[in-house]
């Protein structure tokens, strides 16, 4: 009996390991119906990939193309200096629907979201979903691409947070404009309740008076800020989410 078991234990192991080589890679079986990731498969996640599988961007809400394209200017604006505060990046998906979150707050350097939460668009760029964006003043749109948030003031909305577009083309008309950071009471989750999106304003990314000034506080004074949307000309246009060759090894 003992001879026959190690008999039968030595055509197992011999099994396993010529497995590989009658099933390569993802077709062996062993490992197809294995709950361990094989270290090939590991080793080709990238540091965009581990950023968003640690902080569960995913099913928090946030767009992957959001995310990648967000990383992608946010690293050129931190090469030149444009950044006093490189630990966040915020993104306000905008090819999301207004009754959903999609807003993200993200601590880069701890991999932490700090805020998922609701954001408006301005009223001449759709109902629930953006469709048009603007650079115009009076346009009453929303302005896409990447901005350096400034100070805080007293305004017409209360305490506010200044912006200052860095696209030329997209929304550098932002202070022009007074496209801010504010308060609005449009901007809740009752209002996605009784109506199934929130309100909209003249192109402000308008927040929830019960969360706007712990986001204020919290991304003022330098950080980066990016609205994204399903805009093909920005897509095609941006300077800053084509990444600089002195950029690739980052």
Same mark, same amino acid.
């Given at each position: ?7 039968? &234990? ?8 010529? $497995?590989? $080589? ?5 077709? /062996? ?14 080793? %080709?996640?990238?540091? !965009? ?11 928090? #809400?946030? *767009? ?5 394209? *967000?990383?992608?200017?946010? /690293?050129?604006?931190?090469?030149? +200096?444009?950044? !006093? /505060?490189?630990? &966040? ?9 207004? +009754? %959903? ?17 609701? =954001? ?6 759709? &109902? ?5 964006? $603007?650079? @115009? ?6 302005? =896409? ?12 909305? *209360?305490?506010? &947070?200044?912006?200052?577009? @860095? ?13 801010? =950071?504010?308060?609005? !009471? ?8 009784? @109506? ?16 706007? %000034? ?14 994204? #949307?399903?805009? $093909?000309?920005?897509?095609? !246009? ?13």
């Amino acid at each position: 009996m003992y001879l026959l078991n190690k008999y039968f &234990l030595t055509i197992v192991a011999m099994f396993l390991i010529n $497995s590989s $080589s009658l099933f390569p890679g993802r077709n /062996n079986v062993f490992f197809r119906h294995s709950s361990v990731m094989p270290l090939s498969d590991t080793a %080709k996640l990238s540091k !965009n990939d581990s950023l968003f599988i640690s902080m569960n961007l995913g099913k928090l #809400g946030l *767009g992957r193309r959001a995310f990648d394209y *967000g990383l992608l200017g946010y /690293n050129v604006l931190k090469t030149k +200096g444009k950044l !006093n /505060n490189d630990r &966040l990046l915020t993104i306000a998906d905008m090819s999301m629907p207004s +009754g %959903k979150k999609r807003l993200f707050v993200m601590d880069l350097k701890n991999s932490k979201v700090l805020f998922v939460t609701y =954001v408006a668009h301005g009223k001449n760029s759709g &109902l629930d979903k953006t469709f048009y964006f $603007s650079n @115009q003043p009076e346009s009453n749109k929303s302005s =896409v691409g990447f901005y350096t948030t400034l100070s805080t003031y007293q305004g017409a909305h *209360g305490y506010s &947070l200044r912006l200052e577009g @860095q696209e030329i083309g997209f929304n550098n008309n932002a202070m022009e404009r007074d496209i801010v =950071v504010h308060s609005a !009471n449009y901007v809740s989750e009752s209002v996605v309740k009784s @109506q199934g999106y929130i309100g909209r304003s003249l192109g402000c990314p308008a927040l929830s008076p019960a969360i706007y %000034k712990s986001v204020i506080d919290k991304i003022k004074n330098g950080t980066c800020l990016f609205i994204y #949307g399903n805009d $093909s000309s920005y897509i095609v !246009n941006s300077k800053l989410i084509k990444r600089p060759a002195k950029l690739e090894k980052n």
